[in-house]
């Protein structure tokens, strides 16, 4: 059974940085993702990696702020996020997809487990 658990997540000053962790376990993934809910809005793509040649891709909200790596030996992708902003304010997923794909997948219908968020909070 797939089980996904996050970390990291927190209260920070916009400006800062965090660093989100999700480690997996119970199955080898395609890839793996992170998507994120903030309050009265639907959940949305984030970053994503493919397990085996890693690479990577952002939503244009994100991109050159954050950045998603993997630990082949942990099991575990993690989002490092910079210079945060208040509307980065939201509860963060983590997602994995196990059926195999050449190209990059940034729907959530694409991705079959999930684990329970964690709350980021950036302050102005």
């Known amino acids: 059974q797939v089980q996904l658990v996050e970390s990291g997540g927190g209260l920070v000053q916009a400006g800062g940085s965090l660093r989100l962790s999700c480690a997996a376990s119970g199955g080898s993934f395609n890839a793996m993702g992170w998507f994120r809910q903030a309050p009265g809005k639907e959940r949305e793509f984030v970053s994503t990696i493919k397990w085996s040649d890693t690479t990577t891709y952002y939503a244009d909200s994100v991109r050159g702020r954050f950045t998603i790596s993997r630990d082949n030996v942990k099991n575990t992708v993690y989002l490092q996020m910079n210079s945060l902003k208040p509307e980065d304010t939201a509860v963060y997923y983590c997602?994995?997809?196990?059926?195999?794909?050449?190209?990059?997948?940034?729907?959530?219908?694409?991705?079959?487990?999930w684990g329970q968020g964690t709350q980021v909070t950036v302050s102005s």
């Open positions: 997602a994995a997809r196990i059926q195999w794909s050449r190209s990059v997948k940034i729907a959530e219908s694409d991705y079959d487990n």
